[in-house]
């Protein structure tokens, strides 16, 4: 006997769709700048097109199968007149497929063009993108600042993202201001983006990079532009002495265990070639690793097992610290702004 799906998982479908909907700033579309928005424009024609197709065709064929339908009484009339060829319904249907594609193809490929474009540097600020697997780095060459896993721009600007790979495909991907594009190593790659408003629009990777694929966000911070040259002077300055025996002492830890990998300051701005995020002003990222809420409590456990949050990752567990240690860490970490 066949098994046939039963009615009711046609329930379901409303179900999945309304995973659809956005959170968060994470939808195409909702777009949040120029990009975003030609883009969703492009998505608006082509889907209009193929929903025009659907419902003529759609009609067509209802209409033909209810009125040439077998009927009491056919098997007397015998076979129907046969035909074959028509030379005017070969041409309409090769016609209106070209004209259809062409409707497509002119606004897609002058918004292709125009995106692709290299902004004026007179009018753009150009971040430098460097993919890892599974973190992000930034890099402000104008300003001589570096960042990581989240990215601070000014509102009203094209910013130009020049990316490269670390190691293996990555793709940045941030929905609501449009993309995506894949870092590719041993090449350079741009994407062009802007945001309208200041907000916070996350971020991630769209191309299966490993184990913590799924895991590898990041976020676009955007400010008005007084606040972006806060935020660049803040990175810019020198690195204060801890104020607290606990947080003194965490740094020493830090100099001891982690300084090998991250820098706080001092490192140069080149992320390129480095293996651990740039921890500067640590204390004003919202998250640990672009995946948890950043407190000290959450810090501590990144420590202890970051392998348990984010598999395959490239930082040892520093389970061997004692509490106190830790706590030391967390506490210094915490205080740099
Ligand atoms: C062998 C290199 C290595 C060492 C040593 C190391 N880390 Fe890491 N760390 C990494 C890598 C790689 C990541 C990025 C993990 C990811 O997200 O894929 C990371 C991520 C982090 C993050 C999250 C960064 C962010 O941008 O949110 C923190 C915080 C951190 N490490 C702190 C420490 C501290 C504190 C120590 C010393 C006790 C330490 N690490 C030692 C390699 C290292
Ligand atoms: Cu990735």
């Not at 579309?29 to 065709?57: A, R």
């Not at 090769?94 to 594609?101: D, K, N, Q, W």
């Not at 971040?127 to 300003?143: A, K, L, R, S, T």
């Not at 293996?275 to 998250?287: C, I, K, N, Y």
Request: one cysteine or more; glycine letters at 8%; charged letters at 25%.
């Amino acid at each position: 006997m066949k098994r046939r799906l039963p009615a009711w998982w046609l329930l379901t479908i409303p179900g999945l769709l309304a995973g659809c909907v956005s959170r968060n700033n994470m939808s195409a579309l909702d777009p949040q700048g120029p990009v975003g928005k030609s883009q969703l424009n492009l998505i608006y024609l082509s889907t209009g097109i193929m929903t025009f197709v659907v419902i003529v065709v759609a009609a067509i064929y209802i209409y033909v199968v209810l009125r040439y339908r077998e009927r009491p009484g056919d098997e007397k009339k015998g076979i129907p007149e046969q035909v074959a060829g028509s030379k005017k319904l070969e041409i309409l249907w090769t016609a209106i497929p070209v004209l259809l594609l062409i409707i497509l193809a002119v606004p897609t490929i002058s918004t292709t063009f125009t995106l692709d474009k290299k902004p004026d540097p007179e009018e753009s600020i150009r971040v430098n993108v460097i993919g890892y697997q599974y973190w992000w780095g930034f890099e402000y060459p104008d300003h001589k600042v570096s960042t990581s896993n989240e990215v601070h721009i000014p509102v009203g600007k094209k910013v130009d993202f020049v990316m490269k790979s670390h190691d293996v495909i990555h793709a940045f991907w941030v929905p609501s201001l449009g993309g995506k594009q894949d870092l590719n190593p041993g090449r350079q790659d741009r994407i062009v983006l802007q945001a309208d408003k200041p907000g916070v629009y996350e971020g991630k990777c769209a191309e299966l990079c490993g184990a913590s694929h799924a895991l590898m966000n990041f976020r676009v911070i955007a400010h008005k532009p007084d606040d972006f040259d806060r935020w660049i002077a803040s990175q810019r300055k020198p690195d204060s002495t801890p104020k607290t025996v606990q947080a003194r002492e965490g740094r020493r830890l830090f100099n001891q265990n982690c300084i090998g990998c991250h820098a706080v300051r001092g490192g140069g701005f080149k992320v390129e070639g480095r293996t651990g995020p740039e921890l500067t002003a640590f204390s004003e990222r919202t998250r640990i690793a672009g995946i948890l809420p950043n407190n000290e409590k959450n810090l501590k456990d990144w420590l202890r097992n970051p392998q348990g949050f984010k598999p395959g990752n490239r930082m040892p567990a520093f389970d061997h610290l004692t509490e106190k240690q830790l706590d030391a860490l967390s506490v210094y970490l915490e205080s740099l702004k």
